[in-house]
C-alpha cells in the first residue's frame, strides 16, 4: 500500500513515477484554448486533450492572482491558508499592505511538505510579488530546490533561490515585466529544469500581461498561446503528469468609447455616508496596474459605525451593476473566505463592470487599450486540463483550480 502524506487535510501519495507539473496559466479562461484550438493553432494541446481530459473548474473567490495561486500551492481557499487578496487591509496595524510577506500565510504549502520528505522541487513565478510565498519553507543547501521569478532572474543566488546566473543559463535577457517574454521565460524555464534538474514537482506560473490587453482570438493573444503551445508540447513529451489550469478568467470591462467600466464605490459612499465613515478595499491591487489601473470586480468594505451596516447594504444594492452585496459572515461562509482579513461587507460587480474606490485613486492613463480584469464570479470559471486520463477526478462534483497538485500528484504516482 503507497505510502501517503496528509496536506491541509487531503492525502497524497509520498512515492511518484513521474513528474507532477502544475502550470497556472494566468488569466486564461476557456475561450483563449477555444479560439487557438478551432483555428489549429494548438496541436500539441490538442494531442494532450485527446490522451487526457479538457474540463472546467471553479477559482477560488476573489478570482485575483495571489490567493488562487496559494490556493493552487495549499490545495486549499483562502479560509484555510489566509491569502485573500493581492492587498489588504490590516485593522490591528490600520494599514493597507500587499499580501506577499509569508507571515500572512496560514498553513503549510504541498511544497513545503514535499521537501520535508526528500522530494526534489521546482517553482518558477512570472512576477516576484509571489516568490515568498511560493518558496515558504523550503531550504537552498541541499541541492533539492530551485525557485526563482522572471521578473528578476537577473538576481538569483543559491542561497536564496537554489540557481544562479539563469539568464546565461536560460541565454534569455531579463524579460521586460509587461510582455509576453515574462511568461515565455517561465516556459522555457521549465522545459530546461525538466531536462537538467529532474524535480518531482515543478510548478510554473505565468503573467496575464497578454489576457489584460487583447480578447480570446485577437492575433496577439493568439499568438501568445502558439508560443505556449510550442513549449506544451515539449513538457508533454517528458515522463510527466500535467495539468494547466490558471488562477481566473478574464471579462472585458469597458464602455463602448472605450473608457473604463467601473462603480467608483469610495466617492459612493462617501455621499451617502459622509467622508471616513466608509473605507472601500480593493484587492486587486499591486505593483503592476498599467495593465488594469486597480480596477476589479471585487471590493471589501470596513464601516466605523457598525450600526450602519445594514443601511451601507441596503444602499449599495440600489446600484444596478453590483450583484453581490453581503455581510461578512455571509460573505465568508459562501465563498471561503477568512473572516478576519475581510471588511463589514463584501462587493462583487456584474460581469462587465469594474468597482474602484475613490475615482482621483486611480491612474488610468496607462491604459492603452480598452480594460479587461477579473476578481468576482464572472471570471471564476477555468480550464483544467489533464494531460493523461485520471480515473479519480469525479465530473459530478465542482471541481477546483486548487485540485490540481492533488490530482497530478495522483497521476504521477500511478
Given at each position: 500500500?503507497?505510502?501517503?502524506?496528509?496536506?491541509?487535510k487531503?492525502?497524497?501519495?509520498?512515492?511518484?513515477?513521474?513528474t507532477?507539473?502544475?502550470?497556472?496559466?494566468?488569466?486564461?479562461?476557456k475561450?483563449?484554448?477555444?479560439?487557438?484550438?478551432?483555428?489549429?493553432?494548438?496541436?500539441n494541446?490538442?494531442?494532450l486533450i485527446?490522451?487526457?481530459?479538457?474540463?472546467?473548474?471553479?477559482?477560488?473567490?476573489?478570482?485575483?492572482?495571489?490567493p488562487?495561486?496559494?490556493?493552487i500551492i495549499?490545495?486549499?481557499?483562502?479560509?484555510?491558508?489566509?491569502?485573500c487578496?493581492?492587498?489588504?487591509?490590516?485593522?490591528?496595524?490600520?494599514?493597507?499592505?500587499?499580501?506577499?510577506?509569508?507571515?500572512?500565510?496560514?498553513?503549510?504549502?504541498?511544497?513545503?511538505?514535499?521537501?520535508?520528505?526528500?522530494?526534489?522541487?521546482?517553482?518558477?513565478t512570472?512576477?516576484?510579488?509571489?516568490?515568498?510565498?511560493?518558496?515558504?519553507?523550503?531550504?537552498y543547501?541541499?541541492q533539492?530546490?530551485?525557485?526563482?521569478?522572471?521578473?528578476?532572474?537577473?538576481?538569483?543566488t543559491?542561497?536564496?533561490?537554489?540557481?544562479e546566473?539563469?539568464?546565461s543559463?536560460i541565454?534569455?535577457?531579463?524579460p521586460?515585466?509587461?510582455?509576453?517574454?515574462?511568461?515565455e521565460?517561465?516556459?522555457?524555464s521549465g522545459?530546461?529544469?525538466?531536462?537538467?534538474?529532474?524535480?518531482?514537482?515543478?510548478?510554473?506560473?505565468?503573467?496575464?500581461?497578454?489576457?489584460?490587453?487583447?480578447?480570446?482570438?485577437h492575433?496577439?493573444?493568439?499568438?501568445?498561446?502558439?508560443?505556449?503551445?510550442?513549449?506544451?508540447g515539449?513538457?508533454?513529451?517528458?515522463?510527466?503528469?500535467?495539468?494547466?489550469?490558471?488562477?481566473?478568467?478574464?471579462?472585458?470591462?469597458?464602455?463602448?468609447?472605450?473608457?473604463?467600466?467601473?462603480?467608483?464605490?469610495?466617492?459612493?459612499?462617501?455621499?451617502a455616508f459622509?467622508?471616513?465613515?466608509?473605507?472601500?478595499?480593493?484587492?486587486?491591487?499591486?505593483?503592476?496596474?498599467?495593465?488594469?489601473?486597480?480596477?476589479?470586480?471585487?471590493?471589501?468594505i470596513?464601516?466605523?459605525?457598525?450600526?450602519?451596516i445594514?443601511?451601507?447594504?441596503?444602499?449599495?444594492?440600489?446600484?444596478?451593476?453590483?450583484?453581490?452585496?453581503?455581510?461578512?459572515?455571509?460573505?465568508?461562509?459562501?465563498?471561503?473566505?477568512?473572516?478576519?482579513?475581510?471588511?463589514?461587507?463584501?462587493?462583487?460587480?456584474?460581469e462587465?463592470?469594474?468597482?474602484?474606490?475613490?475615482?482621483?485613486?486611480?491612474?488610468l492613463?496607462?491604459l492603452k487599450?480598452?480594460?479587461?480584469?477579473?476578481?468576482?464570479?464572472?471570471?471564476r470559471?477555468?480550464?483544467?486540463?489533464?494531460?493523461?486520463?485520471?480515473?479519480?477526478?469525479?465530473?459530478?462534483?465542482?471541481?477546483?483550480?486548487?485540485?490540481?497538485?492533488?490530482?497530478?500528484?495522483?497521476?504521477?504516482?500511478?
Amino acid at each position: 500500500m503507497t505510502a501517503n502524506i496528509n496536506i491541509n487535510k487531503k492525502d497524497y501519495p509520498i512515492s511518484l513515477k513521474k513528474t507532477a507539473i502544475v502550470v497556472c496559466l494566468d488569466g486564461s479562461q476557456k475561450e483563449y484554448f477555444d479560439q487557438a484550438l478551432e483555428k489549429n493553432l494548438m496541436p500539441n494541446l490538442k494531442k494532450l486533450i485527446q490522451n487526457g481530459s479538457y474540463l472546467l473548474a471553479h477559482s477560488a473567490i476573489p478570482s485575483f492572482t495571489n490567493p488562487n495561486n496559494i490556493s493552487i500551492i495549499t490545495g486549499q481557499p483562502s479560509s484555510i491558508h489566509g491569502i485573500c487578496g493581492n492587498f489588504f487591509y490590516n485593522s490591528d496595524t490600520n494599514e493597507e499592505v500587499m499580501m506577499n510577506d509569508p507571515k500572512y500565510l496560514r498553513a503549510p504549502t504541498i511544497f513545503e511538505k514535499y521537501y520535508e520528505v526528500n522530494a526534489r522541487i521546482a517553482i518558477v513565478t512570472a512576477k516576484d510579488k509571489l516568490l515568498k510565498l511560493l518558496g515558504n519553507g523550503l531550504k537552498y543547501d541541499d541541492q533539492r530546490v530551485i525557485s526563482f521569478s522572471a521578473e528578476k532572474s537577473d538576481q538569483a543566488t543559491l542561497l536564496e533561490n537554489g540557481i544562479e546566473n539563469i539568464n546565461s543559463w536560460i541565454e534569455r535577457p531579463v524579460p521586460n515585466v509587461y510582455s509576453q517574454d515574462l511568461s515565455e521565460f517561465v516556459m522555457a524555464s521549465g522545459v530546461k529544469l525538466m531536462k537538467e534538474f529532474k524535480p518531482n514537482i515543478l510548478y510554473l506560473s505565468t503573467t496575464d500581461y497578454i489576457q489584460h490587453k487583447y480578447p480570446p482570438g485577437h492575433e496577439v493573444a493568439n499568438n501568445f498561446y502558439i508560443m505556449f503551445d510550442k513549449y506544451l508540447g515539449e513538457l508533454n513529451a517528458m515522463n510527466v503528469t500535467m495539468i494547466i489550469t490558471a488562477d481566473h478568467g478574464m471579462k472585458p470591462k469597458s464602455k463602448n468609447d472605450g473608457s473604463p467600466n467601473a462603480v467608483f464605490l469610495q466617492d459612493y459612499l462617501d455621499k451617502a455616508f459622509g467622508k471616513d465613515e466608509t473605507k472601500v478595499i480593493l484587492p486587486i491591487t499591486d505593483p503592476y496596474v498599467v495593465h488594469h489601473g486597480a480596477l476589479g470586480s471585487f471590493a471589501t468594505i470596513y464601516i466605523n459605525n457598525k450600526n450602519i451596516i445594514n443601511s451601507v447594504i441596503k444602499e449599495i444594492n440600489k446600484i444596478k451593476d453590483i450583484e453581490v452585496v453581503l455581510n461578512n459572515l455571509e460573505a465568508c461562509s459562501m465563498y471561503n473566505l477568512p473572516s478576519d482579513r475581510m471588511g463589514d461587507i463584501i462587493c462583487m460587480s456584474s460581469e462587465y463592470m469594474t468597482i474602484g474606490s475613490s475615482e482621483k485613486k486611480h491612474n488610468l492613463r496607462d491604459l492603452k487599450e480598452p480594460l479587461r480584469s477579473h476578481g468576482g464570479l464572472h471570471e471564476r470559471e477555468v480550464p483544467f486540463i489533464v494531460n493523461k486520463k485520471i480515473k479519480e477526478i469525479d465530473n459530478t462534483k465542482q471541481l477546483y483550480n486548487y485540485d490540481a497538485f492533488y490530482y497530478a500528484i495522483l497521476g504521477a504516482s500511478q
